[in-house]
């Protein structure tokens, strides 16, 4: 009869905390019990761990077998916890050692033949593992790739329940056997669109740019066949690769979703593009067990594109409030809060009216004045305060189109490096702050002694907030956008005219 200890990791979020898998064999009534607030596939994990022990040559004891998985109060979910289980029930019955169990986390799902899946969310699970001090995993051979971006890990993949069991020390002959690798991931042979493709719409890709650069919000409205949806699919394009603390945050929400990352991070920004008929646990994130990030939280450091926003239900786009401000998505649950990262531009694509060609110069409009204003009503006035662009998109003509076709050819390689280079001056600018793209800089601080703009420069501004035609948040937002045209055009401070130009991207307005 004995008693042994190992750890494993359960991830709440993105935050993962050690569990320690405790073990212990008594003469008591053989079974195996389970307990430490397990969820039902966790609870299932006898079954599992009792066959494939036996299938891989080392079957577990016949006496009662108590699992206990610590702290006893925090939620715990998935599959991953089987490899944890099955070496501790092996180090308490001396099959293997149990001084070398203690010093490893294990993570990863058994399969009934001792085969070891991969496992979704290795990545953050690691990650977690390096940060409270542990320097060795024990993972799905599948998975140990992905463990391995994890810096100063020792990463042990292992194909089967008896590999590890050999490595343990356990007196068995090595069987070779194929191991469970993940399916590749088409998306990640998807080439991103370029900006060559679009043809006319000069202001909307200027827009485009100030919104990569500054990090803005952007709404675009226009009829049908305008390119609001090509010229959203292209603003990845135009952002710069990922630094390594957000590559890192990208990749590890890539494997909580259950994507495979292979040998790198991810180091180019994500497009989540969801249907207008996501709810809001789809958009944010939520589940009745697991708690899972949604598109908003997968968009991270990327772009979310809401095409067709007025069809998505009034609480799901209103649910966006929140994350547009903070940059994080709390999900609360009676005995959990998981935490998800959401610093995204969001890019919102609407028609008109609910025909679409309200506005249009070569087709009518069949809508009646009421139908127009219920359709865009549907996003509410507080969300669309916090979008920093909003302009109208038209379709492009025969004479535009000709015109487009003699110009020289622009690129998202050539906008990328304006993006780049006026993302280094704002950098430049605040250093020293907690901030460093034009969007997250708060308005005390742009209307402070720092970066105060003359009463001259800010004079159509002014005017427009006395009048009612933004709001004091939409009056911080276009100083915003303001700085980051001037970064755009290399000066050091925005003039009158990047005021002007800023705030006719928020209204519509003109001086």
Not at 233 to 242: C, I, K, S, T, V
Not at 285 to 306: E, K, M, N
Not at 465 to 478: K, P, Q
């Amino acid at each position: 009869m004995g008693l042994a200890r190992t750890h494993a990791m359960a991830l709440l979020g993105l935050t993962g905390a050690l569990v320690e898998v405790e073990a212990d064999i008594s003469g008591q009534l053989p079974g195996m019990f389970l307990i430490g607030l397990p969820d039902a596939a966790l609870s299932e994990a006898t079954h599992r761990v009792r066959t494939a022990a036996a299938n891989s040559g080392c079957p577990l004891t016949r006496n009662r077998l108590t699992i206990n998985l610590s702290p006893a109060a925090l939620p715990k979910h998935g599959s991953g916890f089987d490899l944890a289980i099955a070496v501790a029930c092996l180090a308490a019955d001396e099959l293997i050692s149990a001084d070398s169990v203690a010093g490893v986390v294990h993570i990863g799902e058994l399969a009934l033949d001792g085969r070891l899946r991969p496992t979704p969310g290795i990545l953050p699970a690691v990650v977690a593992a390096s940060r409270l001090g542990h320097t060795t995993v024990m993972v799905p051979a599948g998975s140990a790739d992905e463990a391995s971006l994890v810096p100063d890990m020792r990463v042990i993949g292992v194909a089967t329940l008896r590999d590890a069991a050999i490595w343990h020390g356990a007196r068995l002959e090595p069987i070779p056997v194929d191991a469970i690798v993940p399916p590749a991931d088409p998306a990640e042979h998807v080439e991103e669109p370029d900006l060559v493709d679009v043809l006319g719409n000069d202001d909307a890709v200027l827009a485009l740019q100030i919104a990569a650069a500054g990090g803005h919000h952007v709404f675009m409205l226009g009829p049908p066949g305008s390119g609001k949806t090509m010229l959203a699919a292209r603003l990845p394009g135009l952002l710069p690769d990922l630094d390594a603390a957000a590559s890192l945050e990208v990749s590890s929400m890539r494997s909580l979703s259950g994507h495979a990352l292979g040998r790198a991070l991810i180091t180019r920004p994500p497009l989540e593009a969801p249907h207008h008929t996501a709810t809001a646990a789809a958009m944010v994130g939520g589940g009745s067990g697991q708690i899972r990030p949604g598109a908003a939280a997968r968009a991270s450091h990327g772009v979310l594109f809401l095409d067709e926003a007025p069809e998505f239900a009034s609480s799901v786009l209103d649910a966006l409030r929140q994350p547009l401000e903070s940059g994080v998505i709390i999900i609360h649950r009676a005995n959990a809060t998981a935490r998800f990262p959401a610093r995204f531009q969001l890019v919102m694509a609407a028609n008109p009216c609910p025909c679409g060609q309200y506005g249009s110069t070569d087709l009518d409009c069949t809508c009646p004045p009421s139908a127009r204003r219920r359709y865009l009503a549907r996003i509410s006035g507080p969300l669309l305060d916090r979008i920093d662009i909003q302009l109208r998109v038209t379709r492009v003509t025969a004479a535009q189109l000709r015109l487009a076709a003699d110009e020289s050819r622009r690129s998202s390689a050539t906008a990328r490096g304006r993006v780049i280079d006026a993302r280094a001056a704002a950098a430049d600018r605040l250093a020293g702050t907690p901030w460093s793209l034009n969007s997250e800089v708060p308005g005390p601080w742009l209307r402070g002694p720092q970066s105060r703009l003359g009463g001259s420069i800010t004079a159509t501004l002014d005017r427009a907030l006395e009048r009612g035609g933004i709001t004091m948040r939409g009056y911080d937002r276009v100083l915003r956008v303001a700085w980051t045209i001037a970064d755009l055009d290399g000066v050091q401070r925005p003039g009158a005219d990047h005021v002007g130009q800023a705030l006719y991207l928020r209204k519509g307005m003109t001086t």
